[in-house]
C-alpha cells in the first residue's frame, strides 16, 4: 500500500506565492505518475498538474500554466507544486494522487490515479 499526505496549505493574499507537499509512503517503488488536483466547493475535482517518475515530462491544466509549477524529489518521495501569482480562483482543497501504470505523459484523468492524499485547504483572499 502506499500512503500519500500533504502539506503547506494555508491562506495566501492574492497576488501571493505558496509551496505544498506531498509525502509518499510505503511501496514507493510503485508509483510513477504523479499529479495535482484540486476540488473548490459545489465544483467537481480537476486537474491541475502531472509529473513523470523521472521528471522527464509533465502536464499543466490551461488555467495554471506559468503560475504553477510540479517537481518530485524521489529521493524524498516527495511530490511539490510551487504555487505564484495565486488568485482567488485558485482557493480549493488540493490532492495529491499517485499511479501505478507507466503512462506517458502522466495522465490527467482523476480516475487513472490509484492513491489519493486527504487534501491540503488553500485559500486566496482578494
Known amino acids: 500500500q502506499v500512503q500519500l499526505v500533504e502539506s503547506g496549505g494555508g491562506l495566501v493574499q492574492a497576488g501571493g506565492s505558496m509551496i505544498i507537499s506531498c509525502a509518499a509512503s510505503g511501496r514507493t517503488g510503485s508509483l510513477y505518475g504523479m499529479g495535482w488536483f484540486r476540488q473548490a466547493p459545489w465544483k467537481e475535482r480537476e486537474f491541475v498538474a502531472a509529473?513523470?517518475?523521472?521528471?522527464?515530462?509533465?502536464t499543466t491544466a490551461d488555467s495554471v500554466k506559468g503560475r504553477f509549477t510540479i517537481s518530485r524529489d524521489n529521493a524524498k518521495n516527495t511530490l511539490y507544486l510551487q504555487m505564484s501569482d495565486l488568485k482567488p480562483e485558485d482557493t480549493a482543497i488540493y490532492y495529491c494522487?499517485?499511479?501505478?501504470?507507466?503512462?506517458?505523459?502522466?495522465?490527467?484523468?482523476?480516475?487513472?490515479?490509484?492513491?489519493w492524499g486527504q487534501g491540503t485547504q488553500v485559500t486566496v483572499s482578494s
Open positions: 509529473i513523470s517518475r523521472g521528471s522527464s515530462s509533465s
Open positions: 494522487a499517485a499511479d501505478r501504470s507507466k503512462q506517458l505523459p502522466p495522465p490527467t484523468r482523476k480516475y487513472a490515479y490509484d492513491y
